[in-house]
Structures are given as C-alpha cells and as structure tokens.
C-alpha cells in the first residue's frame, strides 16, 4: 500500500518547537522529526519513551565486572595460584586490591563499548548503511516534520502552514 | 527571611545538653592511674572481646624476654593502655569536633568553587551555604582550643607534643622542625585565619551585593573566592598534615591532604543537600525546584566516588608495596577496627553509588535524606579511623563518650547554622545569575 507523506519545513528550531507542539494538540500523529542538530526538549514535546539505553549500560558494567572476577579468579587463585613477589593467592579477597584496577576498567570497558553498540543497533547504524535523508537540507540548516496523510491533505496542510512552516511537500512513501 | 523555628532551637539545644552530659561522663569516668585502667579493662573483659588483640600480644612478647624484661615491659604496657583510655574522652571531643568543623569548611570550599566558577543554577542556594558556613567561625576556634590544650600536655593526643618521648625518638627529633607545639599553633592560627577570613569577607560581600546599583561587589567576590581557593588547597593540605597526620607521627603519606579534602567536600555537599531539604519542605525556598536538588545529588555521587578513589589509591599503594614503615597504619586499622575500616567504604561508597546512580532517584527528598544520613555517618567513622587506631588504639569502642560529643556538636552546629539563616533574605536579591538559578533546569 503506498501512502502519501507530507513535509513541512522549517527554518528555527523554536518554530520547530512549537510546531510539534502544535500538532500533537490537534492530534495528529508526527511520523518523524529529521534535525541538524538536537533541539533540547524535543522528544518531550513529541511524547516520545525515554530511552533504556543507561539501564542497558548498568547491565553491561555488571556482567564487565563478573567477567573480570571470575577471570582473574580462575587464573590467578584457582589455575595455578603462584607466590609472585609475596603476594597472597589464598583466596581472591585476599589478593583483591591487586584486581581492583582491572575490575574497574572491565566494568568500564563492557558499560562503555556494549552499549555503544547497542546504540547502534537499535537506531539502526552501520558503516554502507544507505542514508534515509529526505532532504539534504535537513542536515544543514533545515528542519523538517512528517505526518503521513489520511484523505485529509488540506486540513494538515492549513495547519502546518499556520504553524510558521517556510515550505511543504507532499511525497509518495 | 528565615525564621528559626522553636522546635528546632530546643531540639538542638537539647542535643547539646545530652551530648554534654555524654561528654562529662566521658571525662568523669576516665581513669586517673594504672590500677583503675586495668580494672576498666578487665571489666570490659566480660562484656566484649576489644583487648584480645593487646593481651594476647603483650603475652607472645613478654615470652621472649628475662622475667625482669617482661616485668618492665608490663608497667610500660600498662602506662600505654592507661594514655590510650585517658585519651578516649579528649578522642570523641576532637574527632566530633573536627568533624562539624570540616561539614562548615567543605561547604565554603564548595562556595568558593561556585563563586569562582560562575555556576548559573548554585546562587539560589548561596544563602544556605553561607548559613553553614558561619560554623566555621565556632567550630574552628574549639578545634583550636583542643589543639592548644593539647600542647597544655592535657591529653596525649599528638605524642610528638611530649618532650620526653621526643627525647627518645630519632625519628621525632627529625620532625621537630616542623612538629613543635609553637609553630603547630601558629600554622593553625593562619589556617584558621584565612578560613574565616574569607568567610566573614565572602558574606559581606554578598549580602553589599543585594543592596547595591552595580556588579562591584559580586566581581569582588569572584576574585576573593578564587584567590581563596589557592589558598584553601595549601591550608587545608597543611591542615591535614598537622591536624590529622601527625596523631600518628611515623607515618606519612602524600595523597593524605587530598583524601581528607575529599571527605569534608562530600560531607559539606550533603549537608546542604540536607538542609536545602529541610528549608524546602518548611516553605523558605519557594524557588528552589527539583534540578537544583538533582545538582547537589549529582556532586554528593561524584565525590563519594572521588573520596573511595583517593580511599583505594593510598590503600592499595601501601598494601601492595607493603613497606614496613608505612604498611603498620593499615595493619593496625585492619587488626583492631576492621568493621570501621571496611564499613565505612561500604557507606561511603557502594551505597551512594548504588542508591544515587539513577537520575529520578536523585530527585527524590528522601533518597537524597536516606544516602545523606549514611554518606555523614560514614565520613564521621571515616574521621573517627583516621584519629582513633594513633591515640586509643585497641581500647575504641563507640559509646557514651563518642555519641555524646556528635551530639553536642550536631546540637551546637544546627542552633549555629539557622541561627545565621536568620540574619539575611534567603534568597539574594542582585546576583547577577539569580535568575537563571530560578529557572534552572535540567
């Protein structure tokens, strides 16, 4: 089924603002928001979820901190529990504060690096990953708004005209 | 303005009269020879096993000398355990005392920062600083005053201090350029200068501010406050070596004055985080928003990480090196207050941590109250390890004498610091970021 989008321009950030604003008041759905650069508050004023993305990060630390006990458990208390330079390999408690430097950076390393790639993951970037611009404007000094169109072309468009849009589009999708 | 509500002036008042009283006893119970020393131990014996260490020790040593060599050493045994028990009650008096002391001193380094740095969201809550900070002024001088009935010989908190173990002491002798009574007064009456006069000079400043046409007295500010910040890091190092370091004078560590710093600077945040909540909640900070809470949250979960870092450093320096001359200061600590040592990490760090890594927390009054208890708690356990393993050793227990001084402090500081609130608009009125502080948000 092929749909018709509409795109609205605009050419300020705080028009922009007003605009979402706007348009969520007169219940219309905004498919999406393409920016040059983040506009503070604008996912508020589109509704959107917060992201999980920390809860995600803190999972990460976690299981970066196990890996690195239970690593340096296994080598250096259970595999073969050397005498170096006097160090006690009796138990892991012991010879803690000796693997509190590589635990840290473990739980760092995993916190950092996982959830980085499950950003990417989730908004969908890789390197040859085709661009999903609709204007190249957009990455300059444009912002633009889409609403997807249900038979009701010139109401949205009456709307986002008052709404200080400096131009409007209307696209097959 | 801020009026100072009678149920809290009579609760701290009454915390100064209980904590008085818990201090008196303190002093009246402590023994005054040989004899009543080693029957406090003995019935001490019954009720918990804190001596062990001492007894079972003294037994192994005195194994390997003549019976006449054991004979001396158990007088000189006993004349040790007799200091460590006198020096019980002046302990509790000086580490609480430091420790109210340096909740006003790391709030006016916090102060000082905010000024110097222009922060845009802090001028709304410069008032309630500056109210905490005015402890300062009480609380440094009866630290002074410890001090100097200390060089008075009245207590064996600082055994440089005593000319006769001085005299047998090399490693003393050495230091003696440093460490003598007279220039260990004198250092503290500079520090204590600069402090307070920053303070009293910041607030004039301050309050000229709000009656004032022009920016002269706020610019004014900005260049005192940075200039003091220079000097506060050389006082406050200097501070930590004299006031602190040197109960255990063998000892000597290089990150010390920065670790000490770390502990009043997380303790100062909370106790405006605290208060903050409190003059909220009682309608004297209408402008004050959650933001600003989250801020002072933020701050109170950094430093507690920055204080478990410099923590771990020295540790985990010394332990691995595991030089005798330094590693004993651990040893002792891990031997005799091993719940302290460790407990106070555990409050002071993976608490804080765990209960103020979530931002909608940090905007909670009572997780922020919840994390503040125990971050202050553990700071004042934190002092209480850095003064008590050198002048009571083995003899510390946390009792009358102890939670009698805390609360002799906390009454004197709260009646302090509110009565100060009292004598200005709670808000400034001509700073020039008050507004962005009344719509800061983030």
């Not at chain 2, 609760?11 to 009283?21: C, D, E, H, N, P």
């Not at chain 2, 007279?182 to 503290?188: E, M, S, V, W």
Request: aromatic share 14%.
């Amino acid at each position: 089924m092929s749909s018709k989008v509409i795109h609205a321009f605009y050419n300020d950030d705080d028009v922009l603002m007003h605009a979402v604003k706007k348009v969520k008041a007169a219940k219309f759905h905004i498919e999406e928001v393409y920016c040059p650069f983040p506009v503070h508050g604008l996912d508020k004023a589109m509704g959107l979820a917060p992201t999980r993305l920390a809860i995600m990060s803190f999972m990460y630390g976690c299981i970066g901190l196990a890996v690195a006990i239970t690593m340096m458990n296994y080598m250096m208390i259970q595999d073969w529990p050397q005498d170096i330079g006097g160090k006690p390999s009796f138990s892991y408690l012991e010879n803690m504060p000796a693997f509190v430097p590589i635990m840290f950076e473990l739980t760092v390393f995993f916190a950092a690096h996982l959830m980085v790639i499950t950003f990417y993951m989730r908004s969908k970037l890789w390197p040859f990953k085709e661009a999903e611009n609709p204007d190249v404007r957009t990455t300059d000094d444009h912002f633009l708004m889409e609403i997807e169109i249900h038979d009701n072309e010139a109401e949205l468009k009456e709307l986002l005209l008052s709404t200080g849009a400096v131009e409007i589009n209307i696209t097959e999708k | 303005m801020y009026t100072f509500s009678n149920r809290l002036k009579i609760a701290s008042i009454i915390l100064m009269v209980v904590g008085a009283l818990g201090v008196g006893v303190g002093f009246v119970s402590m023994p005054s020879n040989v004899e009543e020393a080693k029957a406090m131990v003995a019935s001490h014996d019954d009720g918990h096993g804190s001596d062990h260490g001492a007894e079972t020790m003294h037994a192994t040593e005195g194994e390997h000398g003549a019976a006449t060599a054991a004979e001396a050493h158990d007088s000189s045994h006993d004349e040790h355990l007799l200091h460590q028990l006198q020096n019980r009650p002046w302990s509790a008096l000086y580490v609480a005392a430091f420790f109210f002391m340096m909740l006003a001193l790391g709030t006016l380094a916090f102060y000082a920062i905010q000024r110097a740095a222009q922060a845009g969201w802090s001028p709304l809550l410069f008032r309630v600083m500056e109210g905490i900070t005015s402890y300062i002024v009480p609380g440094g001088i009866i630290v002074f005053v410890i001090l100097v009935l200390s060089t008075m010989h009245l207590n064996h908190l600082f055994v440089w201090m005593d000319p006769e173990v001085v005299a047998e002491d090399k490693l003393l002798q050495g230091k003696a350029g440093y460490l003598n009574p007279t220039f260990f007064l004198i250092r503290a009456a500079i520090y204590l200068a600069i402090w307070i006069g920053y303070r009293e000079y910041s607030r004039k400043l301050s309050l000229r501010q709000d009656e004032s046409s022009d920016n002269s007295n706020f610019v004014k500010n900005f260049r005192v406050s940075a200039a003091f910040l220079v000097l506060f890091l050389i006082s406050e190092s200097m501070m930590s070596w004299d006031w602190i370091m040197s109960v255990d004078p063998h000892w000597f560590s290089t990150l010390f004055g920065w670790y000490v710093f770390a502990s009043m600077f997380v303790s100062g945040i909370t106790v405006i985080a605290l208060v903050t909540i409190y003059l909220k909640s009682r309608g004297f900070l209408p402008e004050v928003n959650n933001s600003h809470l989250h801020d002072l949250a933020k701050f109170m979960f950094g430093i507690s990480i920055f204080w478990t870092y410099l923590w771990f450093s020295q540790f985990m320096l010394i332990w691995y090196s595991n030089i005798p001359e330094e590693v004993t200061y651990f040893v002792t600590r891990i031997a005799d207050y091993k719940l302290a040592f460790f407990g106070m990490v555990a409050m002071n760090f993976l608490f804080p941590v765990l209960i103020l890594m979530n931002s909608d927390f940090k905007r909670m009054n009572w997780f922020i109250v919840m994390a503040g208890v125990v971050i202050l708690c553990g700071h004042y356990i934190d002092i209480f390890n850095m003064i008590m393993p050198s002048t009571v050793g083995d003899q510390w227990y946390i009792g009358i004498p102890e939670i009698g001084a805390v609360l002799l402090f906390a009454g004197l500081f709260i009646f302090w610091i509110f009565r100060a609130m009292t004598k200005a608009a709670m808000q400034p009125k001509r700073n020039p970021f008050i507004e962005e502080s009344k719509h800061f948000h983030y």
